[in-house]
């Protein structure tokens, strides 16, 4: 079945008329007094994840017709046709499959049979080698180069789980091509007691080769002797990684985008900080929220009734942002892996057939754990001109037994959900908070590498969600190529100082950068 786009669906219209008529009036104060159900509608559980949806400018029938939408668009066929493995990355013409990286090895009642063997071959493997990592005492630091999805989920998912890493372990992220990074942790490192992992799905970004060679010259300056024991290569270019000097490589494929790879073996440096058992469990959490996104009806299905509000929220009262508050600590990476996420895979003006949008698609995504968030720009989530939805994501059991320390974190957290919603009447101006302001509660009993694991693959599903209805292809990502492209031609003229045919301003700045 062809996709519908959105905008080309009846339903479409019939929301516009509902956000005419009531919907962009839509008081939540009002709604929760006329409508004793509301929580128990508006809130679900799905696997290890506990949603309320109730605080947003959403009613019952709202809901009624963006699940209309959804089918009218053809979602669920578009998403059995990711879990069938059919090549829904039109533009490269790729399969998208990071799901079949979490399914488990036994499940294999499909035509996937080959790939799936595959992915166990590579898990197996690359889980013995971060057991046999964490056994070996001399190694203490793991230096993971990446960037992007080669980055931000490992180096998330290691910040997230601090309290399950194996003591003795320091884990290092170098990223930016910016040589301050790397220069710090070299400082910081030996290279007797230090394993590099050059993490690259491809093996030819320039921040991250760049970063592994000097890397590597500086390993030899320094007296290391085995590159083949102190590098490991995980990518899908495995003939590249030899060219290099590694020996050590784990592949994975070229239907695992970038930013859905923490599950295959870019992976690593969080299986070899929690252990094999550890990475399983993070596996699994994420293939309970697959099965949940790919079985349970629309009206009870957690990513789509998110991607569904997220619609809703972008296209018809025309919020462009969504701040992300994780009141845990540890998750203060998750804005930043949200937004490779989200606005990597859904930041885009055309649909899957290259045909302009005239509608807003991705958000900005931002924020910061709380409580510190409140201390800096709550404010404008307050009392701003605009509204910005605000998803919180809460943890219920923690792992530390400071007294009285949770609870406070807790009580800020519903406090301020309330807030946003309730508000304030001040007739003097200044401490009137209008209220009215939406926000999403996501809550864990525990975050461990099960729940997290869901966590993750309810993000992934949601943005899927919304890049669905808006008829985009959500696994390229072409809006990187040009900067890459116009950065060598700039390095030359740095070099040479060639400013011909080049606008004034970056003239004017490459003749001071000289
Ligand atoms: O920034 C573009 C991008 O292609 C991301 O999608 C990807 O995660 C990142 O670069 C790193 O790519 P690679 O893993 O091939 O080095």
Redesign the pocket.
């Known amino acids: 079945m062809e996709r519908i786009r959105c905008d080309r669906t009846a339903t479409w219209r019939g929301l516009q008329n509902l956000f005419a008529n009531g919907g962009q009036t839509f008081d939540l104060r009002r709604a929760f007094a006329d409508d004793a159900g509301r929580f128990a509608a508006f809130s679900q559980s799905a696997p290890h994840v506990f949603a309320d949806l109730s605080k947003n400018l959403l009613d019952r029938e709202a809901q009624r017709l963006l699940f209309a939408l959804a089918r009218q668009c053809g979602l669920e066929q578009h998403r059995d046709a990711m879990f069938a493995g059919e090549t829904i990355n039109n533009t490269e013409q790729r399969q998208v499959m990071h799901w079949l990286l979490r399914s488990p090895a036994a499940a294999g009642l499909d035509n996937l049979t080959s790939e799936r063997a595959q992915v166990h071959t590579v898990l197996d493997a690359m889980l013995a080698y971060a057991q046999s990592v964490r056994a070996d005492e001399t190694i203490t630091d793991i230096v993971n180069i ?5 980055d931000l989920g490992p180096q998330m998912a290691v910040q997230a789980l601090d309290s399950f890493v194996l003591p003795g372990k320091r884990f290092h992220f170098v990223s930016n091509v910016d040589g301050h990074e790397l220069d710090a942790v070299l400082k910081r490192v030996k290279p007797a007691s230090t394993l590099f992992l050059i ?4 093996f ?2 320039i921040e ?1 080769m760049t970063n592994a060679r000097s890397a590597r010259q500086w390993f030899e300056a320094n007296g290391g002797s085995d590159i083949g024991r102190h590098f490991a290569a995980l990518t899908t270019n495995v003939a590249a990684a030899n060219a290099f000097g590694i020996r050590t490589t784990f592949g994975f494929w070229d239907w695992v985008g ?2 859905y790879s923490v599950w295959s073996a870019i992976g690593l440096p969080l299986a070899i900080a929690i252990g094999e058992l550890g990475f399983r469990a993070f596996l699994a959490g994420a293939h309970e929220m697959d099965e949940h996104f790919r079985r349970a009806a629309l009206e009870s299905n957690l990513p789509v009734r998110l991607g569904l509000l997220d619609l809703w929220y972008r296209n018809f009262h025309r919020f462009s942002s969504r701040s992300i508050a994780p009141y845990h600590s540890a998750l203060r990476r998750l804005p930043a892996y949200l937004q490779q996420l989200e606005m ?1 895979s859904n930041g885009k003006c055309v649909d899957a057939h290259g045909q302009a949008l005239r509608f807003g698609t991705a958000p900005v995504l931002w924020g910061e754990p709380g409580t510190n968030g409140q201390h800096a720009y709550f404010q404008m989530l307050h009392q701003g001109t605009d509204t910005v939805p605000v998803e919180f994501v809460a943890v219920k059991n923690p792992r530390h037994d400071l007294a009285g320390h949770h609870e406070l974190l807790l009580s800020n957290v519903l406090a301020q959900a309330q807030a946003l919603m309730v508000g304030q009447r001040d007739t003097g101006g200044h401490k009137n908070f209008p209220g009215n302001r939406p926000s999403t509660f996501l809550l864990l009993d525990e975050l461990t590498p099960t729940t997290l694991g869901a966590l993750i693959a309810l993000q992934e599903h949601r943005v899927f969600v919304s890049g669905s209805l808006w008829g985009l292809n959500s696994f390229d ?1 072409w809006g ?1 190529e040009l900067g890459k492209v116009l950065a060598k031609d700039v390095q030359a003229r740095l070099h040479s100082g060639d400013i011909e045919g080049l606008d004034a301003s970056t003239a004017g700045l490459l003749q001071r950068l000289r």
């Open positions: 990446g960037i992007g999805g080669s993490a690259s799905k491809t030819t970004t991250t970038g930013r990597e990502q990187v």
